[in-house]
């Protein structure tokens, strides 16, 4: 989970709290950012989903603090391998990775077969979030 910096050194990934219009906290966001320069980017796996939310709370959001880990499945898998290792790495993250498309493609047989249209839309939804990631190691 490294990048490197426009100034050569490593960046290092976080879960970082993004703060909106000086109102909206929104924790557990991955961000990217260099020790040397403080140079700081979103993970881009993660982008579409941190705007599409911000696009939904609009230009005049009320306070409150959002959970980006309960919107996006990629925040949530990290949370996971951070809680159970202090610095998640590539092939820890690739089996959590693993280990929740094969529970969400059970979920989705299930949610098939119960008929609940809503749920697999749902499901469906975390698997592309997942599929969207490819990881740099
Ligand atoms: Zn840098």
């Given at each position: ?17 993004v703060?909106y219009?000086?109102?909206v906290?929104i924790?557990?966001v ?12 979103v993970?881009?796996?993660v982008k579409p989903d941190l705007t599409g939310l911000i696009g939904q709370l609009g230009?005049?959001p009320?306070?409150q603090?959002l959970l980006f880990?309960e919107l996006n499945?990629?925040a ?62």
């Amino acid at each position: 989970m490294h990048k490197t910096c426009t100034c050569g050194q490593t960046m290092t990934m976080k879960l970082r709290t993004v703060i909106y219009s000086g109102k909206v906290e929104i924790d557990n966001v991955p961000i990217y950012s260099c020790p040397s320069c403080s140079r700081s980017e979103v993970l881009p796996e993660v982008k579409p989903d941190l705007t599409g939310l911000i696009g939904q709370l609009g230009e005049e959001p009320a306070k409150q603090t959002l959970l980006f880990n309960e919107l996006n499945e990629w925040a949530d898998l990290l949370l996971e391998a951070s809680a159970s290792r202090k610095t998640p790495s590539g092939p820890a993250v690739q089996q959590i990775v693993d280990e929740r498309i094969d529970s969400l493609l059970e979920l989705l047989l299930l949610a098939g077969s119960v008929g609940d249209e809503a749920w697999r839309q749902d499901i469906e939804k975390r698997l592309a979030q997942l599929s969207r990631c490819t990881l740099h190691t």
